[in-house]
């Protein structure tokens, strides 16, 4: 490696560990800054070595390795063991602070504020002015005083640091703005309207000696739960903020013991297994079919026709996916049209399904008919040749010579499309959504994949459920790669059969 290449290399590694070094150091994130330095090191350790170590080669692509694939499979399973998900992402603190913020309610005689909003780095803050002209900026951590901001007409106009925003450009973030709170030590300081801002006072506070949320006008409390990271009732109600904690195996388990859980979970692997097979066998023997229609010599024009085969295959799928699912609406849809049927393709399970299916086959047989194309080619003629002076007629030859042959080469490509069907998230997404849903049912439609019911489930309904989403990730995972071990065993044993 030259010299000028190695400083290249070296100073890139030193610019990203910077980069990265200074919000990880920010966030006490100490045990990731360790490993940044700890690379950072091994980097320099390797490219500064005057032998010509392997590792010079492949360090890049085990660490590429490692930080887009190991680690977030690594982050991912441990999330699975947590309850992270709306409601309960931060500490028991933070959890606290935010219920007694939530509570504020404006009591007679409590301070006032002139309101300026203001955007930093940070985000959204308030740039307060007190009634004897002091003025203070708050944020979700406090009141702090803001030295140097000027003041017209009894507001604040200007800070160093702060963009304020016009009235219009204050009304268009309305809500965020009623619903921001400064703490305050018994309160917080809230809105009101756009203008004013009053310190309230909280109506639910925390009492250590119970560890409990009290409301001070019902007497209500609500004790924290360990294990659940939230505060409950006496009567089960949670309260909607909670904090991060480790629930073990609950997550898995509830994927496979819960009814409302387990019964569209399995529903769902078994259409997700049906789906990846039939996605496979579909597009790969038609693609086959026209790999073996277009390797006769004696054809004119192979050339044209392979262009036209290909063509689908050159094509954005995701706007593919949108012109089938048009395709197939039952008022104005071509198929129907055409066809003369007037089949709600998207209504009925089974004629969604049927629909996916096609839309994959549309989209997926050209690989199939490229990669078909490639091993046919690399097979000898002369193989096909000594069958047919043995007597083998050409369907025969096919079965028994061509086929065999073909598996052998195609087995991992075959193996790798069934993973990719298997997490075909567009292919539902974009086309179904998952839908049809069962009568009053939302969770899993009859057409969603798991890697589907997982996103509605992370990210869809009234709350996103990141932790159990990752446990459901997890299963997907140890599936996809029991089925690839699997089928990579048979593609050895065939490897010997044929070698």
């Known amino acids: 490696m030259t010299k000028l290449a190695k400083i290249a290399v070296l100073g890139l590694a030193l610019a990203l560990a910077l ?3 200074f919000p990880l150091a920010a966030a006490h ?11 950072t090191g091994l980097i320099f350790a390797i490219y500064l070595s005057p032998r010509p170590v392997p590792a010079k080669y492949l360090v890049p692509g085990i660490l590429f390795l490692l930080a887009f694939q190991v680690v977030p499979v690594l982050l991912t399973v441990a999330t699975a063991f947590t309850n992270v998900g709306d409601g309960h992402r931060g500490t028991k603190q933070e959890a606290i602070t935010a219920i007694s913020s939530a509570s504020v309610r404006q009591v007679p005689g409590s301070p006032q504020f002139a309101l300026s909003v203001a955007l930093d780095e940070g985000g959204l803050k308030f740039l307060l002015l007190s009634s004897d002209g002091k003025a203070f900026v708050g944020d979700g951590q406090g009141l702090h005083d803001l030295p140097g901001a000027a003041v017209t007409a009894g507001r604040i106009t200007a800070a160093d640091g702060f963009q304020l925003l016009d009235l219009g450009q204050a009304t268009q973030r309305n809500d965020e703005i009623l619903a921001f709170t400064v703490p305050t030590p018994g309160g917080a300081i809230r809105a009101s309207g756009l203008t004013r801002a009053y310190t309230g006072e909280a109506t639910r506070y925390y009492s ?98 392979r262009v036209l085969l290909v063509l689908p295959y050159a094509m954005p799928s995701f706007a593919m996916l949108l012109v089938w699912r048009d395709l197939f609406n039952q008022d104005f849809g071509l198929v129907n049209r055409i066809t003369g049927l007037h089949v709600d393709w998207f209504g009925e399970p089974w004629t969604a399904r049927l629909a996916v ?10 690989y199939m008919f490229l990669v078909a194309t490639g091993a046919l080619q690399a097979i000898p003629r002369e193989v096909s040749e000594a069958a047919a002076v043995d007597g083998a007629t050409p369907a025969q030859r096919l079965r ?19 993973a990719f069907n298997f997490n075909n998230f567009n292919a539902i997404y974009l086309t ?68």
């Open 432 to 499: 179904t959504d998952g839908a049809p849903f069962p009568p009053g049912a939302s969770g899993a439609g009859a057409t969603d994949l798991l890697i589907t019911y997982t996103y509605r489930l992370a990210f869809g309904g009234s709350g996103a459920e990141l932790g159990f989403a990752a446990a459901v990730t997890t299963y997907i995972f140890a599936i996809v790669a029991l089925v690839s071990i699997v089928g990579f065993r048979r593609t050895r044993k065939q490897e010997e059969v044929y070698s």
């Open 208 to 305: 250590p000696d119970c560890d409990c949320i009290t409301d001070r006008v019902s007497r209500q409390q609500w004790v924290a739960s360990g294990t659940e990271g939230a505060f409950v009732g006496a009567d089960g109600e949670r309260l909607a903020q909670g904090w991060k904690v480790n629930v073990g195996l609950h997550n898995f388990a509830r994927v496979l013991t819960d009814p409302r859980v387990s019964g569209p979970f399995l529903k769902t692997l078994v259409w997700n297994l049906g789906f990846a097979v039939a996605s496979v066998l579909v597009t790969f023997a038609l693609g086959l079919a026209c790999a073996l229609a277009l390797h006769a010599e004696r054809l004119r024009g192979r050339s044209l026709y």
């Open 29 to 39: 994130a100490w045990g990731w800054l360790a490993v940044l330095i700890a690379v």
């Open 400 to 418: 028994r010579v061509t086929l065999p042959l073909l598996l052998v080469a195609l087995s991992p490509l075959l193996i790798s499309s069934f």
């Open 357 to 366: 299916i096609l839309v994959q086959l549309w989209l997926g047989y050209p």
């Open 19 to 21: 980069y990265a070094a």
